[in-house]
């Protein structure tokens, strides 16, 4: 029998799915599983998107241009303008979902071998990419104390070397809901341009963004166009996951060209996905102020239930639909399992991604879990319940109950 | 402003999609140009497949599973058994298109600098996704003569060595429409049985083999069951080419579980696409017999038209949509510019596809094309037409026409 391939055997497997047989054992034992592992929200996908999809009658369901659909793609530019971000069409590669944009952006900028420093935690799929793109990850630890604000820009200088050829951010972040400052972006500008780095922005929240707080883009940084790629997806912003749809931007021209060839061997995007993401942008403001509203709710609701748990910390996160929580716990792998394995409350439990995931650090995030608040209240009121219960009879607990120590 | 990497600027262009702004710019100047240079049918969708988005009325447009929707890949095991092909869902994987079908499977299977050995002409983006995944190809030449045959198992065995991971093949075949038979199929087996090698076989074209011809799979091939990989495709069954929706099909568990990793690391297919094509598993034969009955006078026409043109020469394929014809020219690929950029028969020309792309080995199809019968007869008589008229003027004209000879 064949050997598989070592990367197959060094791809990670996916953190946040890898608990899915557990919780498929879990359902068939006729336990509740309330989902905030993983960031499929409930909120209704918009009508503009559905119908678009409802009324597309074509003949032939053809390919697309490999860079996407040309209406749509002049569509986004309309899009991006309502950020002040000001593109031309041709700036836009349309992808499959953000992943292919990741993807393509790794493997149009970067060698074997070549490190990207990231500010963990970070999205853990950004692993599976650098494995795919031979790409080595350099981590830069950020701190739930600080909410995982930016490290120190002297920490990034303190990584780069000769084969440092890109720094990755997530803004608003995912696993952590934190939204870089206009003085965060400014100094990654700064060291970006003194090395001449490749800056990849995932900024496929920028539609949730809380508490008045501005969201700025890696587009708005000027003196670094050339320098700066970012990848996008309609699937938060619409609630529109499975459409597969995402974009590669980038105003280097060269980057652009090279990325094309990469769409031409997989010859086009999804046409479906892409007829209503055209669609879609005409979504009336409405749509998204009731879901923000939705989601700051759901936000105020978590972050007080889980501090009010006994030896649980969490900060306020201002963007995306996440949260990391530092939980009392000896090892969150075998605490989110043991939540579907052994654990439940009513005949409920609750799924959770351990952070550990998200770190590239061994050993990093032990004790902390990220929480994607996307179910409804009532939902999310039962999840805490039964993770507030979880957590006073877990075996591994490793913090003593308030009343034990008093 | 930062370099592109390595792969980027050896990635290939896509030779069949090179050419597309020359043909942009010969309809801008308001040439009809017919398309014979790309695997895009003309054909209807069926309206089961069309239908079943109509109707699709999901709250939300979720993530499926990585592996595809359940339900779709246990439908797929019914259709593969009317090929006598016997499944069970979890050898199937689904993909967005036979694109990231080819990925992910030379992901999983083949190391950086492995061999893959593929008859040549073959499909030109085997060169893409290879360049990608940093393999080898290492081609074997079929002729025209034979009509692309299946080179002798001698020469194959030359090519190996201990770098040689696995044999490659399109069956019926694009760009060729070479349809293998029992015997090619039982000497491939031997040769992958004896080297322990992986066998790829793209069968995207099996519901178009002619003439009363045996379709064989390697799926058929006992006792090679963990050295078979099958990528497949929705695209020109049902003439959904922009569902990208594939899958990757293999009984070797190992293979299936590795796959899946990088399967979760991009999420998951697209979910209309699956819901679609799920549907169009209930498409009756009905449509295929037309379908069938369609190409094949389409066939007929062009094979004909092309071997009544002075100095041109082509075999009657058995398979798929396509053929390989040998022109009375210099360079294929200056031909089909000029096509585009200086040819125009009453206000007409045609797009075909220089068969160079397709071979891996330097200079080899200089004066072949690739023709794809995805018009109907009508636009295929002036296609033809045009080609004739362009061959007695063309500069590069290398064999006399033959009242110039006599």
């Known amino acids: 029998m064949p050997k598989i391939s070592l990367k197959a055997a060094n791809m990670p497997q996916s953190p946040i799915r890898k608990l899915v047989p557990f919780a498929e054992k879990a359902k068939k034992d006729g336990k509740k599983v309330y989902h905030l592992n993983i960031g499929q929200p409930d909120i209704e996908t918009p009508e503009t ?48 979902g953000g992943s292919e944009a990741i993807e393509i952006a790794m493997m149009t900028c970067l060698n074997e071998g070549d490190e990207v420093i990231i500010p963990e935690p970070f999205y853990a799929n950004y692993n599976g990419f650098s494995t795919q793109a031979n790409v080595v990850v350099k981590p830069i630890r950020s701190y739930i104390e600080t909410g995982f604000a930016l490290p120190p820009i002297t920490e990034f200088e303190k990584l780069i070397s000769s084969k440092t050829k890109a720094i990755m951010i997530c803004n608003p972040g995912n696993p952590t809901g934190y939204l ?52 996008d997806s309609v699937s938060k912003r619409y609630s529109a996951c499975g459409a597969r749809i995402g974009a590669m ?30 669609a879609a942008i005409d979504t009336p403001d409405s749509y998204f102020e009731k879901v923000k509203t939705e989601y700051v709710s759901r936000r105020d609701f978590v972050v007080k239930a889980l501090n009010e748990m006994d030896g649980v910390f969490c900060t306020k996160p201002s963007g995306a639909f996440y949260c990391i929580a530092r939980l009392p716990i000896d090892n969150a792998d075998k605490f989110c399992q043991w939540l579907l394995e052994e654990f439940n409350f009513n005949n409920q439990t609750v799924m959770l991604a351990p952070a550990t995931g998200f770190y590239s650090t061994a050993n990093a995030g032990l004790n902390e879990v990220r929480l994607a ?16 219960e979880a957590l006073k009879v877990y075996p591994g607990r490793k913090v003593k109950a308030k009343e034990a120590v008093a």
Chains 1, 2 share one sequence.
């Open 249 to 278: 931007i980038s105003k280097n021209k060269e980057v652009m060209e090279a990325a094309l060839k990469f769409g031409q061997a997989r010859l086009s995007p999804p046409t479906f996905g892409q007829v209503a993401s055209e």
């Open 373 to 388: 608040y996307v179910l409804n209240l009532t939902d999310l009121k039962n999840a805490m319940q039964s993770l507030s």
């Open 180 to 231: 870089y400052s206009r003085e965060e972006l400014n100094s990654l500008k700064e060291i970006v341009k003194k090395h001449d780095l490749f800056l990849f922005s995932d900024e496929v929240y920028r539609e949730f963004c809380y508490d008045g707080k501005e969201y700025i883009s890696v587009m708005h940084l000027d003196g670094i166009e050339n320098n700066v790629v970012m990848l």
């Open 49 to 96: 998107l559905l119908n678009a999809i409802k009324n597309f009658a074509p003949k032939v369901v053809e390919y697309s241009h490999s860079a996407g659909i040309e209406s749509y793609r002049k569509k986004l530019v309309t899009y991006y303008n309502r950020y002040n971000i000001a593109l031309d069409y041709s700036n836009i590669m349309i992808t499959t």
